[in-house]
């Protein structure tokens, strides 16, 4: 369909994209939703710390059944198994350590309590800078715009 001159003028943003302009959007769109996910290793990164501060021993896979092991079981996410009528954790990281972290449910509990005050400190940490973006934003306005004269 092709708009005559006429209708352009009046219309000047009613064109049709191209399909390399659709794929270009497209692929843009991928680019941008996937940089803001957290790859493996900033995620072993960032919970392997809390782990250890909270009590989990670090069992390195040095050995081929510990590897195939470690191979077998859900990367990355905190999982647990009941033994002698307790339950048992692990954190299973073959992607920076290459090891499985293993603790009980004193550990557990020690990790959710981290994990729940570093949460807080994020979301402080995020309000603090939307504030402070607000007060920049609020500041310029005042220097943008002259003073009212009704005040003098």
Known sequence: MRLSLAARALCPY????SKFGLTMLAAVSIVIVAGCAETPVERAKRIEPMLAAAGFHMH???TPARQAQLKSVTPLKVRYYPHDGKLHYWFAD???CDCIFIGDEAAY?????LRLQQ???NQEQMAAAMNEDAAQQEQMNFMMWPTDPFFY
């Open 119 to 121: 949460r807080m400190v």
């Open 94 to 96: 073959p992607v920076y």
């Open 109 to 113: 509990d020690a990790y959710e309590r």
């Open 14 to 17: 009613k064109v049709r994209m």
């Open 60 to 62: 390195p896979a040095d």
